[in-house]
């Protein structure tokens, strides 16, 4: 008989933890972009899984040097790299990640999404990565997105993650499951992990991050930097703390 994609779903999210070892001889793919939180995950996947490929998408996003800086580290984590073209995503709501001529918001409006918002992206992303992985016969699909993500983006929340991946199985009869091991984390706590997977300086002074373009700490006045950059420096006082007292 066959399993209850849905009942399938729940069970592997409960157990997740126990079971993260079970998974060390299959494979998984990660939606990657060469920023820090997607960056990590690679990292992290690298060490749960037997081999790890990567997604990029790319849609003309503002900053362009992204796919090419993804590229390069997906190289050195010797991990496949395939770019997956998503011109639509500029044709589907004004945004500020794609069109220029919009001034991007810096701030988060009190009632609203900041203009780098596109309505549903994790979720195309997401079903145009179940759909590859489905191709190369991969189950396991690593996302960065977070809960905790400042701008409170609808589709980086822990319930739709867990919907959709209900609704992939049943659209694709796969058994996926999606893995965010960001998703309860701070950006400080991202960092911290990143220290653990002993690629703290791998992602400080590779990964780019900045809405304008500029790798490792970037310009430093965008949401995106700003964001990064508090989160280090809450990090980097953490583990001095830490060493003063000995831990
Ligand atoms: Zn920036």
Not at 10 to 33: R, Y
Not at 74 to 103: C, H, K, R, W, Y
Request: glycine letters at 6%; hydrophobic letters at 35%.
């Amino acid at each position: 008989m066959k399993r209850n994609p849905f009942l399938c779903i729940l069970g592997n999210h409960i157990k997740n933890k126990e079971k993260m070892n079970d998974f060390a001889n299959e494979d998984a793919l990660v939606l990657f972009s060469g920023g820090q939180d997607s960056t990590t995950c690679l990292y992290w996947a690298k060490k749960h899984f037997r081999d790890v490929h990567t997604v990029c998408f790319f849609y003309g996003q503002r900053h362009s040097p992204e796919v090419e800086n993804a590229q390069r580290i997906a190289e050195m984590a010797g991990v496949s790299f395939q770019v997956l073209d998503t011109p639509i995503i500029s044709q589907l709501a004004p945004n500020s990640l794609t069109d220029l001529s919009l001034e991007m918001d810096e701030e988060k409006p009190a009632n609203s999404y900041p203009n780098t918002f596109v309505p549903g992206r994790n979720m195309l992303f997401l079903t145009c990565a179940a759909a590859i992985a489905y191709a190369k016969n991969i189950r396991h699909l690593v996302t960065g997105v977070s809960q905790t993500d400042y701008s409170g983006y609808p589709d980086c929340r822990d319930t739709f993650i867990r919907s959709l991946n209900v609704s992939l199985n049943l659209a694709m009869e796969r058994q996926f499951v999606i893995h965010t091991p960001l998703m309860w984390r701070t950006k400080a706590q991202v960092w911290q992990l990143a220290d653990e997977l002993g690629v703290f300086d791998l992602v400080r002074n590779e990964t780019l991050t900045c809405y304008n373009g500029i790798k490792a700490e970037g310009c430093g006045h965008c949401p995106a930097c700003k964001l990064r950059n508090k989160g280090l420096e809450e990090y980097l006082s953490f583990k001095e703390k830490n060493k003063k007292f000995g831990n």
